[in-house]
């Protein structure tokens, strides 16, 4: 895929979606967009902005964040608690 090919507030974050995995919506490039924190868009068509798929992808892997070892405990618990349920109704 072209990095530097424009894309729409629609086309965008499925794109990021297929090529990342990340479950990037609309409303979140809108509304950081409005809050200037997404990037500006690179071209208006119309009432459409346009903006370039290699800026939104840097945008949303600055978005991914590593998980504190508090958060992968509480992860394993709620496995855990999972696990015992499926064993148990078993």
Known sequence: MDKDRLVTSHEGPEL???????PF????LLKD????LAPKPAAI???TYLWRYS???????S??????????????????R???????EE
């Open 33 to 36: 967009s409005a809050l200037g």
């Open 55 to 61: 800026d939104l992808r840097e945008y949303a892997l």
């Open 45 to 47: 068509f119309g009432k």
């Open 25 to 28: 919506k609309r409303s979140r």
């Open 16 to 22: 990021l979606r297929a090529d990342l995995g990340i």
């Open 82 to 88: 999972v696990v015992e349920k499926l064993n148990n």
């Open 63 to 80: 978005l991914l964040k590593q998980p504190t070892c508090d958060e992968w405990e509480l992860i394993g618990k709620a496995a855990d």
